[in-house]
């Protein structure tokens, strides 16, 4: 019957959604928590030992201190002095340099704690913040840009052709207009899921960044690190990839990616023609990413990739279907 209706859910992907309604109403249950804490400040101690989370303001409540919390930020080294912080199904980096750190992308709107919290981790304090410097400016990278920015005094670093979508002022800038997009998606748990995930975190209510400094792709950028922008237009009209060439890294933001969102299928790809503004410039764009001098990279969502750009878009092309599933 399965093989008939090829738009149901199969029995595999029933007992999927079953999974799911759990993890949504624990993710709407530390929602809940997360807007009760926060106007208290507060470090909830755990119900079971009575001790109080060290460095998590905006804790889940409840939770004993030595189990894994989903909504905590975990930090890893990935190379020399450059941290990945795994924020949920986003990415977002913390390079050190000198005393100094800079942020590569904010993760989500409501990950203000998580920088806090990947801050501590790895020994460091909000004043130590001096730049964040964007990828592209959707709400699950521009995230919590703003807060950084008031809260640390962080210059917020832009492409220019980006800026106006930082602003919240280009077309398109709504989250809201990736909708019609998603919507064929959302019979799939996974899909359903990273929808939920993301309104969890605040994907719909982005706060965007009052101010913002520009840069081209002509000379590093003035922050910790001395990046260089990569035009990779497509994901977004002034998506870049962010190169430290002193440690042969790329932050290819959501150029390509080894996470598929929608699918959770996993390897170097093209993120779904659902979440690119214009499909066939993200393809063409893969040719600007491959021709990158590094040994890493560095994605949005996914793991690191051990290996050249080239190779990333070479893998990327292989399983491209291109916009078959779109
Ligand atoms: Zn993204």
Redesign the pocket.
Known sequence: MEGLRPDLPSMAERGEIRTLHAEVFELRRANEILEFAEPHRERPACKRCRRVRPGYERARAGTHPSEPDPLMALATEVAPGVHRVADGL?NWYLIVDGGEVAMVDAGWPRSWSQVEAALTEIGRSPADVRSVVLTHA?P??LGAAEAVRERCGATVHVYRDEVDRAHGKAKGSSPFTLVPGLAPHLWRPSAFGFVMHATVRGFMMPTWVTEVESFGSDAPIDAPGRLRAVPTPGHTEGHVALVLEEHGVVFSG?SIATLDVLTRARGARLLPDALNGDPAQTRESLTALGAIDAGLVLP??GEPFEGTPASAVERARDVDDGGERA
Do not use: M, N, R
Request: glycine letters at 14%.
């Open positions: 986003v959707h699950d990278h959501d949005g969502h």
